[in-house]
T-cell receptor, first 118, second 110 residues
Framework: ETGVTQTPRHLVMGMTNKKSLKCEQH?????MYWYKQSAKKPLELMFV???????ENNSVPSRFSPECPNSSHLFLHLHTLQPEDSALYLC?????????????????FGEGSRLTVL | GNSVTQMEGPVTLSEEAFLTINCTYT??????LFWYVQYPGEGLQLLLK?????DKGSNKGFEATYRKETTSFHLEKGSVQVSDSAVYFC?????????FGQGTELSVKP
């Protein structure tokens, strides 16, 4: 058990659909992350939440909308996506997020949600 | 900007062969460096890390040494096993963000 659970594991959606990805961590961490993993490309950091506040938004298109209702849950709301958005979306958590020094240290990842946009 | 470059995969080895996966980085200052591993169908897991120059991280027979003069953090293992087949990611931390390389797929044949 990884401590970070993502649902659904697989999602197929049309370009006009609205869907959400869910992430839950059972580790008591204060920071949560969304990464996008595309084939043969570096993992792309999308969003960072620290203590339920967004601290990082890496120029992600508005068709991706994150939500962090509490420190254990993180959502990624999807609407009017494009086929190039098809990828593995990884959620991660860390004990804390420190932008000024050190950084988060170890991240704990979920198994990912495989998204296919038709 | 800050970036990490890894050797292209896939890397295919026979069991008990020696493994090297090259990683170089570009960053100001001295970031902490990491290797993460992603086994098939799973999320990424931290494999090892080094926080300052000349540090050696090690775990599960894997090693990597933080080389400031060559800005490198190459991953090595003396004798790979089939169970080591996975994708390996080199990463650095800068400004609180973990920045990953593109990953190197390793396939070990019996």
């Amino acid at each position: 058990e990884t401590g970070v659970t993502q649902t659904p594991r697989h999602l197929v959606m049309g370009m006009t659909n609205k869907k959400s990805l869910k992430c839950e961590q059972h580790l008591g961490h204060n920071a949560m992350y969304w990464y996008k993993q595309s084939a043969k490309k570096p993992l792309e950091l999308m969003f960072v939440y620290s203590l339920e506040e967004r601290v990082e938004n890496n120029s992600v298109p508005s068709r991706f909308s994150p939500e962090c209702p509490n420190s254990s849950h993180l959502f990624l709301h999807l609407h009017t996506l494009q086929p190039e958005d098809s990828a593995l979306y990884l959620c991660a958590s860390s004990r804390e997020f420190r932008a000024t020094s050190g950084g988060p240290g170890e991240l704990f990842f979920g198994e990912g949600s495989r998204l296919t946009v038709l | 900007g800050n970036s990490v470059t890894q050797m292209e995969g896939p890397v295919t080895l026979s069991e008990e062969a020696f493994l090297t996966i090259n990683c170089t980085y570009t960053a100001t200052g001295y970031p902490s460096l990491f290797w993460y591993v992603q086994y098939p169908g799973e999320g990424l897991q931290l494999l090892l890390k080094a926080t300052k120059a000349d540090d050696k991280g090690s775990n599960k027979g894997f090693e990597a040494t933080y080389r400031k003069e060559t800005t490198s953090f190459h991953l090595e293992k003396g004798s790979v096993q089939v169970s080591d087949s996975a994708v390996y990611f080199c990463a650095l931390i800068k400004g609180g963000k973990l920045i990953f390389g593109q990953g190197t797929e390793l396939s070990v044949k019996p």
